[in-house]
């Protein structure tokens, strides 16, 4: 069985039809926004931030999701397609802790040699940018919105994730207004 654990957009748009899904735990990582974006949220003038897997001492609650046997190859490809394709990520096989016990799976962590690699930066200066940041999928700050949003939706937590929402909508107070 293939596994494929998502700590970002993977949590509520998969991209495929998985045999079965759990909410799950990765330890020695955590969810970061260390990567320029350039296109989807953000633009070269003016670039986002994306979201990865970083290693860290501590750990990263998700989703983890089994491949069916008889769309492998197709759901493999979407997923190599829509993660791989700019290299941003190294795809890591890492034991995922779930309720139903552990399994191994695919986590794409973070490519510290990418050319777009912004490193750990400050969370005031990650929220900064967040807050203006808009590409062709719309605006950087939406995609903390939805991340926020289907962790909690999924009864996961996240306090790193829920305070720099917290500190995007201090620098945008347009943000804040448009999702109340």
Known sequence: ???????????????????????????????????????????PANPGLGLVLEPDTTSCQGKVFRLQNQSLDDDLDVLWDREMS???????????????????AICFVGN???RNYAG??????????????EGDWGRCCEYLD?????LDLEGLEDPAM????DLVDKHDGQHEEKRQ
């Open 146 to 150: 939805l991340l926020v949003a289907a």
């Open 1 to 43: 069985a293939i596994w494929v654990f998502g700590a970002g957009s993977l949590i509520w748009r998969p991209g495929f039809e998985p045999a079965e899904a759990h909410t799950g735990t990765v330890h020695g990582y955590s969810r970061q926004f260390s990567f320029w974006t350039i296109r989807a949220r953000g633009t």
């Open 120 to 133: 750990r930066l400050p969370e005031d200066e990650v929220a900064a940018i967040i807050a203006r940041a």
């Open 162 to 165: 829920v305070r720099l929402r």
């Open 86 to 104: 700019g290299g941003a990520y190294l795809p890591t096989w890492r034991p995922v802790e779930t309720g139903a016990g552990t399994v191994h």
């Open 112 to 114: 510290r040699e990418h």
